[in-house]
C-alpha cells in the first residue's frame, strides 16, 4: 500500500521522475540562495524579482509560442533589466530600493498578463503563472540542472563575502572590495534560479520553494552553514510529498508542493528548536553547578 502511494508513481511514470529529478535540481540550486535571502533581508526582492522576469518570458511566448528557449532568454533579459533599473532609480533619486522593486515588479506582472492575453488563452496564462513541473520535457530538465549547476559553482567562489556581507557589510567594506560584484552575482543567482522556478513553478510560486525552506531552516540552526544543509533536504522533502499529493489527488503540482513546505513551516513555527512557540512556552532545563 505503502510503496504504491510513496513510489510506485515515480517508478511507473517518466513524467514523475523529470518532475522530482526537476525539485531536487531546483532544490540543490534555490535552497541556499532562499537562505542569504533571508539573512540579508531580501526575501521580498526575491519575489519581485520572480515577476520581473514575466514580461520577458511572456514576450518570448508571443514571439514563439510555449517554446522554452525564447521564454528562458526572455526572462533573464527582463530579470536582468529590472535589477539595474531599480538599483540605478534607488541610487540616483531618494526612493528606497524596496519600493523602487515593488513598483517595477507590479509593473512588469501587468505587462506580462497583458502580454499574453493578447496572444494567448486562459490555459496559457495558467501555465505562465502557475507553471506545470509535470509536463518539464527533457530539454526543460537539462537547463534547470545546469542552472543549478552554475549557481553552486558560483556560490563556492563567492561565499565567504557573502557570508560575512551578511553577518557584518561595513565590515566587509573596510577589509575588501568583493562585497559590490558578490552582491551583484548573487543577483544574477537569483534571477537564474527564478528562471529554473519560473519553467516549474510559475511566476508566481517560483520563489516560494527558495524562501518557505530557508525560513523552515531558520526554526532549527542559528549557523549559515547547517541553515544551508537544512534547507536543502526540506526543499527536496516538500517537492517529493508534494508531487505525491497532486499525484494521489486533484490540486495542482505547483501549489500542492508549496502547501507541503507551508506545512513544514507551521511545524517549525510550533516545535523548532530554535525560536519555536512550544520552546519558549516551556523552556529546556539548564544544568546547575
Known amino acids: 500500500m505503502l510503496h504504491d502511494a510513496l513510489i510506485a508513481p515515480f517508478t511507473d511514470f517518466a513524467f514523475m521522475r523529470r518532475a522530482l529529478a526537476a525539485v531536487i535540481a531546483l532544490a540543490l540550486g534555490g535552497g541556499p540562495i532562499g537562505v542569504f535571502l533571508m539573512l540579508r533581508r531580501m526575501s521580498l526582492v526575491g519575489d519581485a524579482m520572480a515577476h520581473a522576469i514575466l514580461p520577458g518570458a511572456a514576450i518570448g511566448f508571443l514571439l514563439s509560442g510555449l517554446n ?11 530579470g536582468f533589466a529590472v535589477a539595474l533599473l531599480a538599483g540605478l532609480v534607488s541610487r540616483g533619486t531618494g526612493l528606497k ?23 494567448g488563452t486562459n490555459v496559457d496564462l495558467l501555465h505562465v503563472l502557475f507553471g506545470n513541473i509535470l509536463a518539464l520535457d527533457d530539454q526543460t530538465l537539462l537547463l534547470v540542472a545546469i542552472n543549478a549547476t552554475i549557481t553552486l559553482l558560483v556560490l563556492a567562489v563567492i561565499y565567504r563575502p557573502l557570508v560575512v556581507e551578511s553577518v557584518d557589510p561595513l565590515f566587509l567594506r573596510t577589509v575588501s572590495r568583493a562585497g559590490a560584484p558578490a552582491h551583484l552575482a548573487f543577483l544574477a543567482l537569483i534571477v537564474v534560479n527564478l528562471v529554473s522556478g519560473f519553467q ?46 497532486s499525484f494521489q489527488t486533484r490540486i495542482p503540482s505547483g501549489p500542492a508542493i508549496i502547501l507541503v513546505a507551508a506545512a513544514l513551516y507551521g511545524f517549525s513555527v510550533l516545535f523548532g528548536s530554535v525560536g519555536g512557540l512550544v520552546r519558549q512556552l516551556f523552556p529546556a532545563r539548564h544544568l546547575e553547578a
Open 68 to 78: 522554452l528557449l525564447a521564454m528562458t532568454a526572455g526572462g533573464l533579459i527582463a
Open 97 to 119: 530600493e524596496d519600493a523602487s522593486l515593488a513598483t517595477f515588479y507590479l509593473t512588469s506582472l501587468a505587462l506580462g498578463v497583458t502580454i499574453v492575453s493578447v496572444k
Open 200 to 245: 516549474a513553478l510559475g511566476t508566481l510560486l517560483a520563489v516560494g520553494l527558495m524562501i518557505l525552506p530557508a525560513s523552515i531552516a531558520r526554526f532549527w540552526s542559528r549557523d549559515i552553514t547547517p541553515m544551508i544543509c537544512i534547507a536543502v533536504p526540506t526543499a527536496v522533502l516538500s517537492g517529493y510529498a508534494g508531487l505525491v499529493l
